[in-house]
C-alpha cells in the first residue's frame, strides 16, 4: 500500500502528449507547485487541462501556456492573466468556460460514478448551447456531464504513505474533488507521515483516491494578491 | 451627487438581516463587509470554500492558504469553516445562501445580466457568477448606472452575453436603488440630491415611477 514516489518528475511518469489533466488550485492558491514545474520541464505538448484558473503569467499553470504545451483549457475564469486572456482571444489557445460550481460538481460526478446531472447555472446563456433542459419544479435545468482525467494532480498540506490527504484552509478548493476523479491520481503534499500518523477523523481525501504521492519541497506559495488592514 | 463605490456599499448593507448568510462578489461587492450595521450579525460565504471570512490580516500576517473569491488574502472569524468547491457550491445552489450580491456589466429590464465577457476585447471567464444567480434567492447587482462614456447600462435587452436570465431582483447604482418587477425597473429611492428626471434620463428602459421617491439614507 505504499504509495510513495521520490519527487515530481517520476509522479508524473506516464503523462503523455494530448492527455487531459485535472490541476487542482483556486488562484494560485494550492496548486501543485512541483508537478507544474516538472511539468514545464518535460516538455509535454498539446495538453488539456482542467483547472479553475490557468495562474498568472510566470507561475502556475501560466508557465505552461508561457511554453505553449497546452492545447484546450477547461476553466471557469481566466481573469488577471493577460497571456491566456491574449491566446484566448487570438484563437491560439482552445478554451471551455463552465460556470465554477458545474466544474467542481463535474468533477466530482466524474470520480463518484455519476455520469451527468441537471443544474440551473447557464441556463439562457451560451453555456447552454446545444445541452439538453429540463425543467425540475418550475425552473429549467442543463444537463451537464461528468468530467474525468487521464491524471488529476493535486496539492495537499499533509499526506501519508497511504495517500490519506488533508487540505489546509482555503487551499482544499478543487483539490478534494479532482483528486477522485483522476484515471490516476497525483498527490504533492507539503508534509509527507507515516500511515498511521495522521487522525483517520481529519482526513479530507481517502487513500482509495490517491495512486501516486511525494513529498514536495522548496514551496513559494506564491500570493497573487497580498492585501493587508 | 452619485454616490461613491463606498456609498454604493453602504446602501447595501441596510439589505443585510440577522442571522443572513452573505455572498459577495469581486468590487464594490466586497466594500459591503465594512458597513455591516450595528447589531446585526451576518456570516460571509467566500465560494472558494470558506464561511466566517474576516477582514484583510494585519500587515506582514497574510497566508497564501488562506483567500477569498477575488484571491485577496483574508482572515477566517471565530465560528468559520473550510470546505471544498463542490461543498461550497452545494451551499450556493441549495439555496442555503440568503443574499447574494455581485457587480454587473449591464442588466435588462427583466431581470437579466451580464457580466462576464466582452466578445472581442475582454473575457474574464463567469466564475461563480452564474452558478450564483440561477440559484440565489435573493441577489441585489452594485453597479454604476451608466458607462464611463455616458451609455446606460440598464436597459431594456442586455447587448453582451448573458451570465443569467430573469434573476436579478434589486440594483443600487450611483444614482438609485431599483426594483425589478414583473413590469419592469420601478425606481425605490434616489441618491441624495440626484433628480427623478436626472435617473429617468440615465435609464435605457423606461422606469415605472410612481409618488414621491425618497432619497437614500445613511
Given at each position: 500500500m505504499n504509495k510513495v514516489v521520490a519527487n515530481a518528475r517520476?509522479?508524473?511518469?506516464?503523462?503523455?502528449?494530448?492527455m487531459t489533466l485535472m490541476v487542482g488550485g483556486f488562484g494560485l492558491s494550492g496548486i501543485p507547485e512541483n508537478c507544474i514545474a516538472a511539468l514545464a520541464e518535460s516538455g509535454l505538448k498539446e495538453l488539456t487541462c482542467i483547472?479553475?484558473?490557468?495562474?498568472?503569467?510566470?507561475?502556475?499553470?501560466?508557465?505552461?501556456?508561457?511554453?505553449?504545451?497546452?492545447?484546450?483549457?477547461?476553466?471557469?475564469?481566466?481573469?488577471?492573466n493577460e497571456e491566456f486572456e491574449r491566446q484566448l482571444l487570438s484563437g491560439e489557445l482552445e478554451v471551455e468556460l463552465i460556470p465554477q460550481g458545474t466544474l467542481a460538481e463535474r468533477c466530482r460526478a466524474g470520480g463518484a460514478g455519476i455520469p451527468a446531472f441537471f443544474v440551473p447555472a447557464g441556463y439562457g446563456t451560451e453555456v447552454a448551447e446545444g445541452k439538453e433542459i429540463r425543467t425540475f419544479n418550475g425552473k429549467p435545468h442543463l444537463l451537464e456531464h461528468a468530467l474525468t482525467a487521464d491524471?488529476?494532480?493535486?496539492?495537499?498540506?499533509k499526506g501519508d504513505t497511504h495517500g490519506n490527504l488533508i487540505y489546509r484552509n482555503t487551499a482544499n478548493n478543487f483539490n478534494q474533488a479532482m483528486a477522485m476523479a483522476g484515471k490516476i491520481t497525483i498527490a504533492e503534499v507539503e508534509e509527507l507521515v507515516p500511515a498511521g500518523e495522521l487522525d483517520p477523523n481529519q482526513i479530507h481525501t481517502p487513500g482509495i483516491f490517491v495512486q501516486r504521492i511525494f513529498q514536495g519541497k522548496d514551496y513559494e506559495k506564491r500570493i497573487e494578491r497580498l492585501t493587508e488592514r | 451627487m452619485a454616490l461613491s463605490k463606498e456609498q454604493i456599499a453602504q446602501r447595501i448593507a441596510q439589505e443585510l438581516k440577522n442571522g443572513y448568510y452573505v455572498n459577495l462578489g469581486i468590487g464594490i461587492p466586497t466594500l459591503v463587509a465594512n458597513y455591516v450595521p450595528e447589531g446585526i450579525e451576518v456570516v460571509l460565504q467566500s465560494e472558494n470554500g470558506m464561511l466566517g471570512m474576516g477582514p484583510f490580516p494585519e500587515k506582514g500576517q497574510a497566508d497564501p492558504d488562506l483567500i477569498n473569491a477575488g484571491k485577496q488574502t483574508v482572515t477566517v472569524l471565530p465560528g468559520g469553516s473550510f470546505f471544498d468547491s463542490s461543498t461550497s457550491f452545494a451551499m450556493i445552489r441549495g439555496g442555503h445562501v440568503d443574499l447574494t450580491v455581485l457587480g454587473a456589466f449591464e442588466v435588462s429590464e427583466k431581470g437579466d445580466i451580464a457580466s462576464w465577457k466582452i466578445p472581442g476585447k475582454m473575457v474574464k471567464g463567469m466564475g461563480g457568477a452564474m452558478d450564483l444567480v440561477a440559484s440565489a434567492k435573493n441577489i441585489v447587482v452594485a453597479m454604476q448606472h451608466c458607462s464611463k462614456d455616458g451609455q446606460s447600462k440598464l436597459l431594456k435587452k442586455c447587448t453582451l452575453p448573458l451570465t443569467g436570465v430573469r434573476c436579478i431582483r434589486k440594483i443600487v447604482s450611483d444614482l438609485a436603488v431599483i426594483e425589478v418587477t414583473e413590469d419592469g425597473f420601478k425606481l425605490l429611492e434616489r441618491a441624495p440630491g440626484v433628480s427623478v428626471d436626472e435617473i429617468i434620463a440615465a435609464t435605457e428602459a423606461r422606469l415605472i415611477v410612481e409618488g414621491d421617491v425618497p432619497e437614500m439614507k445613511f
Open positions: 517520476e509522479a508524473i511518469e506516464g503523462i503523455s502528449d494530448g483547472s479553475n484558473n490557468a495562474g498568472v503569467d510566470d507561475f502556475g499553470l501560466g508557465l505552461l501556456l508561457k511554453k505553449r504545451q497546452i492545447r484546450k483549457m477547461i476553466s471557469s475564469y481566466v481573469g488577471e491524471f488529476a494532480i493535486v496539492k495537499a498540506w | -
